[in-house]
């Protein structure tokens, strides 16, 4: 099994039609150019979008809000298992379209990223040591009140983020990627 995707799940065509829903719920992100030697690497050309800057302080945002806007989402809302985050994002977003999230984080889930999850208005559950703790409790919720759930493919996003086009895929395996030009 190759475990580098190389073949986009949503074209190209696709995101750009798609990103008139999705701008109006998303901050235009610069981009900076920059040398690698400033960063203690060879001599070579950095292309850099400042996601950090975008509402949740990741492009992770994008992801949830697709999600919101392209599923149906039941009345029970919407749950996730994140290290921090997605999590974020999935309580950003859903508050942002006023829709109930819960949100699994395992106990070493940053405080920063907790009080902004609260800050959001999910209802937030800490439990397990890991990520892999907390991944079963949220799906087994989400089989259970049949809410939406969003998780993070790692995997995939890894791939893409070495081409420059960062992605979060729901449950339901459907992407979106952000292209790394400004406004994207």
């Known amino acids: ?62 992801g949830a809000i697709t999600n919101l806007l392209t599923k149906t989402v039941p009345r029970a809302g919407v749950v996730a298992a994140s290290g921090g985050n997605h999590g974020v994002a999935v309580a950003f977003a859903a508050r942002k379209f006023n829709v109930p999230a819960k949100i699994y984080v395992p106990t070493v889930a940053s405080v920063a990223k907790i009080d902004r999850i609260r800050g959001y208005g999910a209802e937030l559950v800490i439990g397990g040591e890991r990520y892999a703790e907390a991944y079963p409790i949220a799906t087994q919720l989400t089989a259970d009140l049949g809410l939406r759930g969003f998780r993070l493919n790692l995997a995939v996003e890894a791939a893409l983020d070495y081409e420059g ?17 400004p406004g994207i």
């Open 1 to 62: 099994m190759n475990p580098i995707q190389t073949q986009l799940p949503v074209s190209r065509q696709q995101i750009r039609e798609f990103f008139p829903f999705l701008a109006p719920h998303v901050r235009k992100t610069p981009i900076v150019h920059v040398n690698a030697t400033e960063f203690g690497l060879g001599d070579a050309s950095l292309t850099l979008k400042l996601e950090l800057l975008q509402h949740t302080g990741s492009f992770k945002a994008r």
């Open 165 to 181: 086009h960062p992605c979060v895929r729901s449950a339901g395996d459907h992407a979106r990627s952000g292209d790394s030009r």
